[in-house]
Each structure stands twice: as C-alpha cells, then as structure tokens.
T-cell receptor, first 114, second 115 residues
Framework: GNSVTQMEGPVTLSEEAFLTINCTYT??????LFWYVQYPGEGLQLLLK?????DKGSNKGFEATYRKETTSFHLEKGSVQVSDSAVYFC?????????????FGTGTRLLVSP | EAGVVQSPRYKIIEKKQPVAFWCNPI?????LYWYLQNLGQGPELLIR????????DSQLPKDRFSAERLKGVDSTLKIQPAELGDSAVYLC?????????????FGEGSRLTVL
C-alpha cells in the first residue's frame, strides 16, 4: 500500500539557517503529495502541495518539488524563522488508496532558536 | 468562517469507562474524517464519511469504537470500553466532496488519556 517516510527529528536550527526535511514515498499510480504543518496548540494545516511530477509547491517561503524518479518530496526553506517552529508532516493521496484518503508520515519537529 | 470544532479538548478517564468525542465540520463540507494520532506518529484514518454515509471504516476497531454522523453534519466518535492503548489524540477533519485536492481542514483534536 501507499506509505510515506520522513526524516526523524527534531531538527534544530538557528534563525536564518537553511532547512531541508526529507520525505520519500511509496505508491502505485500517480499520487498527489502534500506538506502539512502543526503549530503548537493548533490543528494540522496544509502548507503546500504538488499534484504531478516536476510540480513545485510553495507557500510562506517553503518549497517542495515532486520528484517521481527519486520518489521524493523534500521540504526546503532558505531562511527559517523562530515562528517556523512546528511539526511538519509529509502526506500523499491517490495511487491505490484514492484521493480522499491522506496517508501521513510520522512527522518531523523543527525547532528554530533566535 | 469558523473552522472545524472539536470537543472536549482534553479527557482523562479510567480504563473500561466510555468516552465520546464530538466534531462540527466546516459549513458546507460534505466529507468528514476521524483520524487517530499516537504520540510521535502521523495521523491514521479511522473513518471517512460522505454526508451521512461511512464510505471507509476499514481501520475502525469495531469491537469498541463506533461513530455516527446524523443528518450529515456533526459527528460523534465513541469508545466503549476504553483501554490504556487508546490514549492518543483524536482528530476530526473535513473537506469538500469531489474537490480531490487533498486539502483537509483539521480541528485542534481531542486528547484522551486512559488511566
């Protein structure tokens, strides 16, 4: 079945550092890929998405490119801020589980210090 | 616009007791989801409703868990009896049917502690 693998955290960075959070997936067909973020005390919210190979999703300075050849969707940001501290979840839908069912990775906690 | 509302936010019960969680989705969202999130893990789908019909409940442990979505709006998830391993966060989410965007709108979750 479909699955998502994320790098383990926590990822600890200083403000203005470059961020990469790795995400790889296993799926049949052509899934859509997502990054969700969970800020402290809040519900998960969609950060960005990509629905086909080579698409780049972007939002709030974050980017991720759908790489079918490496089955990856790594999250990047050029300069993190303290307010980016949160848990980031990579997820997919589609493939053999349908587009209405999201399959999540285990999450990666990001801690940004001033 | 109001988001997905869940209650209670926190619940502590003794094992073997029943517990219920309530969810009010975003107005107009036909699809409602209940996810289970264990500590340090990603959310896992328990059940998905389209309107009042449960279209995917394959991951719901039906011996102790039940859910309903009367009138296709609010939903309740019940556990009876609760076990120690049920301690987790129960997330409710909603989306538009047919949107196929993968964008789910989540509530803040209900954190259950079973003693």
């Amino acid at each position: 079945g479909n699955s998502v693998t994320q790098m383990e955290g926590p990822v600890t960075l200083s403000e203005e550092a470059f961020l990469t959070i790795n995400c790889t997936y296993t799926a049949t067909g052509y899934p859509s890929l997502f990054w969700y973020v969970q800020y402290p005390g809040e519900g998960l919210q969609l950060l960005l998405k990509a629905t086909k190979a080579d698409d780049k999703g972007s939002n709030k300075g974050f980017e991720a490119t759908y790489r079918k050849e490496t089955t990856s969707f790594h999250l990047e940001k050029g300069s993190v801020q303290v307010s980016d501290s949160a848990v980031y979840f990579c997820a997919l839908s589609g493939g053999n589980t349908g587009f209405q069912k999201l399959v999540f990775g285990t999450g990666t906690r990001l801690l940004v210090s001033p | 616009e109001a988001g997905v509302v869940q209650s209670p936010r926190y619940k502590i019960i003794e094992k073997k007791q029943p517990v219920a969680f309530w969810c009010n989705p975003i107005s107009g969202h036909n699809t409602l989801y209940w996810y289970l999130q264990n500590l340090g893990q990603g959310p896992e789908l328990l059940i998905r409703y389209e309107n009042e019909e449960a279209v995917d409940d394959s991951q719901l442990p039906k011996d102790r868990f039940s859910a309903e979505r009367l009138k296709g709006v609010d939903s309740t998830l019940k556990i009876q009896p609760a076990e120690l391993g049920d301690s987790a966060v129960y997330l409710c989410a909603s989306s538009l049917v047919g949107a196929n965007t993968g964008e789910l709108f989540f509530g803040e979750g209900s954190r259950l502690t079973v003693l």
